[in-house]
């Protein structure tokens, strides 16, 4: 039987989301991080559309206009904003060099697919190929944020993790109710207006955003 081509988009979109997490995993550039991370929303804000038209969901069309805004737009205005008044341009060296940490990333992508193998294969045809690589672009975000130094990129990979999960929750379950998804929204932009006033507390401190100064704190 063939596959209907808003499956096979949506499997194409699904690819194209672990590759450029895996692009985030070997990003040094934090600038570039931002557009990466603009890039995954683009790739979400495609994938809720798709989905909306395959289910015939109107209030998915909505969840796409507002990942579009949030992730495409909002988010990475802000970020840039961040690092603009910050001085940021690079991070430093990772705590793992990043072929290791490439290796790692793919092992972790190996586990993510074993673990979702029971459930894709009770689950829908297009959620067996999508719930793999949902929880497989979780785990490689997460492995970011615990083998970054720079807390900006810490956030950016946190960030990243929700994307995996929102892509999870549309492709897996078509989408949670709207008024949850508008307040999961406000959550993530509340978040990061925080977290910029985070970075210029930490930066006033310790004149770093390296984490590892933090540690000074268990001194005192």
């Known amino acids: 039987m063939a596959i209907p081509f808003s499956w096979q988009l949506i499997n194409l979109l699904a690819a ?5 997490a895996f692009a985030m995993l070997a990003q040094r550039r934090v600038t570039a991080l931002i557009g990466l991370y603009a890039g995954q929303g683009l790739v979400l804000a495609a994938s809720t559309a798709a ?15 507002l990942t579009l805004a ?15 008044r910050l001085e940021i341009r690079w991070e430093v060296e990772p705590l793992i060099n990043i072929p290791a940490t490439m290796l790692v990333g793919i092992g972790l992508v190996i586990f993510a697919f074993n ?14 190929s999508t ?10 975000a997460f492995l970011m944020m615990i083998t970054r130094r720079k807390a900006v990129t810490q956030v950016i990979a946190f960030l990243a ?17 709207l008024v949850v998804e508008l307040g999961i929204a406000l959550d993530v932009l509340v978040g990061a207006l925080i977290f910029g006033i985070f970075f210029f507390h930490i930066r006033e401190t310790f004149d770093s955003l390296d984490i590892h100064h933090m540690e000074k704190l268990k001194e005192h």
């Open 131 to 140: 719930l793999g690589i949902a929880t497989a672009s979780v785990l490689l």
């Open 115 to 128: 673990l979702a193998e029971p459930i894709s294969q009770m689950a829908s045809p297009i959620t067996r």
């Open 51 to 65: 989905m909306a038209r395959i289910s015939g969901l109107p209030h998915l069309y909505v969840s796409a206009a």
């Open 161 to 177: 993790m929700e994307n995996g999960l929102f892509f999870a929750a549309t492709s897996a379950t078509r989408g949670m109710p």
């Open 16 to 20: 194209l989301l672990l590759l450029i």
């Open 70 to 84: 949030l992730k495409v737009f909002a988010l990475p205005w802000l970020l840039h904003r961040v690092i603009r």
